[in-house]
């Protein structure tokens, strides 16, 4: 599926990023987009953001704001039917960031090799893309919004130049292009000024979550409707994205196999030389990884292999042994599951990683498929599958 979801998002055409490149402005050329909007100051944008939430600069009075939100459960709608339909150019907004023409607006944004810190470039397309979200999602008449907009996802952030200027004006431009029942997709534009002219410099993907006030639950959000077959294909980009983050048939996300436990390290457990036994370790990894792969496959697991145990680290009486684990890799009856220890020192708060590891288990019945979602996910999905590989060709 990963593999299947890369192909798709380097083959789908971008129209945006088509009209980006096919001019010498980098201004996107669909209809009317930028009419009724000017140009926004980046520093302006999370102070919009602080008004539309009713969020303040201080924590006092956040924490009082937040406690004010409580009122606002009365506006969420029902149903989705219930709230009018918005087109992309509704939400489309532009944030200047002003390196060239404002100079002391450049230090925040430099490095020590005096170029652009792209942190804050990333900083600033997040703030942009919830407040894009919030102006698709605002209604008339109410200066504050009852929904809490996160981030859920970055899609992905195409670079197509190298460089980033330091002292050349940056114009940020976005839009909603995809919504779903609770969710929206954002796709924005980076374009510097260069020899007179905006140039292209990244697009960038988001998809945004729309929660109720407190952030504990889902909030239906205004549907999009597609105004020509630019905006058509741009929707249909979104749709298909989408559908390749949803969980396939007879699979489960990796994030849903997680189990932890906790153990206190006492006397008992000690080895000739007054640090714990590392029988002891090896024993707890093992139980919990049984109890993961029994969980997944819902039937009794055998062990089949156990494979790349390195004692990183000596763990002392009275410490607090961390374990977590999870399955990483699946194939047929097969489970790959990974445990990772760690120490937890309650006087310093430091944690230090002890062992991690690796259990190749057989279950009595082909199990459901694992699915990773986030990409430290598919990179333990990875390691999973060459531990697995590696063990069946010594069996």
């Excluded at 489960?252 to 390290?265: A, F, H, N, P, S």
């Amino acid at each position: 599926m990963l593999a299947t979801r890369l192909w798709t998002m380097r083959k789908l055409p971008s129209f945006l990023a088509r009209t980006l490149n096919s001019g010498t402005t980098g201004s996107p050329d669909l209809p009317d987009m930028n009419e009724g909007h000017l140009p926004l100051h980046v520093n302006n944008v999370r102070s919009r953001l602080r008004e539309i939430v009713g969020a303040s600069t201080n924590w006092r009075d956040h924490v009082q704001a937040m406690q004010e939100r409580k009122a606002l459960y009365t506006l969420l709608p029902k149903r989705q039917e219930d709230l009018p339909p918005r087109r992309m150019k509704d939400s489309y907004l532009e944030v200047i960031l002003p390196l060239g023409s404002q100079p002391e607006v450049r230090e925040k944004y430099l490095n020590v090799h005096n170029s652009v810190r792209f942190g804050r470039i990333l900083e600033d397309l997040d703030s942009l893309g919830v407040l894009i979200c919030y102006t698709h999602t605002k209604q008339e008449m109410q200066p504050k919004s009852p929904l809490s907009i996160v981030t859920a996802l970055v899609d992905k952030i195409n670079l197509c130049k190298r460089i980033i200027y330091p002292d050349c004006d940056i114009k940020f431009t976005g839009n909603v292009s995809w919504v779903g029942k609770t969710s929206m997709e954002v796709k924005m534009h980076m374009l510097q000024l260069h020899d007179g002219d905006y140039s292209p410099v990244l697009d960038a993907t988001f998809v945004m979550v729309a929660r109720d006030p407190e952030n504990k639950g889902p909030a239906f959000v205004n549907p999009l409707v597609p105004e020509s077959p630019e905006e058509e294909e741009i929707f249909k980009q979104g749709e298909l994205s989408f559908r390749s983050r949803k969980l396939p048939p007879n699979s489960v996300w990796m994030e849903d196999t997680k189990l932890k436990g906790l153990q206190i390290c006492h006397p008992q457990e000690r080895n000739i030389f007054n640090r714990i036994f590392g029988g002891f370790l090896m024993r707890k990894a093992f139980e919990l990884g049984w109890a993961i792969a029994c969980s997944y496959g819902g039937s009794r697991p055998f062990i089949v292999s156990v494979d790349d145990i390195m004692f990183q680290r000596p763990v002392e009486i009275g410490s607090l042994l961390l374990l977590s684990g999870q399955v990483c890799y699946t194939e047929k009856n097969h489970i790959q599951v990974r445990v990772h220890t760690e120490v937890y020192d309650a006087d310093t708060r430091d944690h230090h990683t002890t062992n991690i590891f690796h259990f190749t288990f057989i279950s009595e019945n082909e199990v459901p498929r694992v699915v990773p979602k986030t990409y430290g996910e598919s990179m333990l999905y990875l390691d999973g599958k060459r531990h697995f590989t590696a063990v069946m060709k010594e069996i």
